[in-house]
């Protein structure tokens, strides 16, 4: 069974920054391409980004491009999201999540990050 | 704003059938496979159907999706108590280079 477990989130002051993790079992992680994507009450799904299996290959948002740097760890089956720069706009539930077709297919749980003073 | 437009509710009575309708352009559903999700308040996303029609194992066949041109649609038969929640359409982007999502519709079972 695939499961995927976000941690790091929490509460951080503006132009702070936080490292969110996702921990993945149940599937060979070094095969799949992962994103992030979070989810506020006002604007929805919004996806953040993605890495390809390997890792060498990355995207962004433009709402999150040069503050934020995803990456992964395929010897711990680790997905990762440094976020620096941090904006009241960026608070969120933040899911990492295995793709299929560029879609999310299977989703963690969610970890909060809230931004504020 | 999203970029996939979705009605914000829909409701139905047990029994009934329901569908949500999401819409796009010829940059994303036009031209690229819609996946559907659940979300059950206070939990994550769970996939509904990919690549326009298939359902993932354990999800019951009263769910059901299509496509046309630019617009995608799911269909919700036999409509239960337990299917109230809120539904999104999501699809790849050809011009933002990534994936977008429909604003959600939020379903109730009166």
């Known amino acids: ?117 | 704003q999203s970029v996939l437009t979705q009605p914000p509710s829909a409701s139905g009575t047990p029994g009934q059938r329901v569908t949500i309708s999401c819409s796009g352009s010829s940059s994303n559903i036009g031209g690229n496979v819609v996946h559907w999700y659940q979300q059950i308040p206070g939990t994550a996303p769970k996939l509904l159907i990919y690549s326009n029609d298939q359902r993932p194992s354990g999800v019951p066949d009263r769910f059901s999706g299509s496509k046309s041109g630019t617009s995608a649609s799911l269909a919700i038969s036999g409509l239960q108590s337990e299917d109230e929640a809120d539904y999104y359409c999501a699809a790849w982007d050809d011009g933002l280079d990534g994936p977008v999502f429909g604003g959600g519709t939020r379903l109730s079972v009166l």
Do not use: H
């Open chain 1, 1 to 117: 069974e695939v499961q995927l477990l976000e941690s790091g989130g929490g509460l951080v002051q503006p132009g702070g920054s936080l490292r969110l993790s996702c921990a993945a079992s149940g599937f060979t992680f070094s095969s799949y391409v992962m994103s992030w994507v979070r989810q506020t009450p006002g604007k929805g799904l919004e996806w953040v980004s993605t890495i390809s299996g390997p890792g060498g290959s990355t995207s962004y948002a433009d709402s999150v491009k040069g503050r934020f740097t995803v990456s992964r760890d395929n010897s711990k089956s680790t997905l990762y999201l440094q976020m620096n720069t941090l904006r009241a706009d960026d608070t969120a539930v933040y899911y990492c999540a295995k793709l299929l077709l560029k879609l999310p297919y299977n989703w963690g749980q969610g970890t909060l990050v809230t931004v504020s003073s």
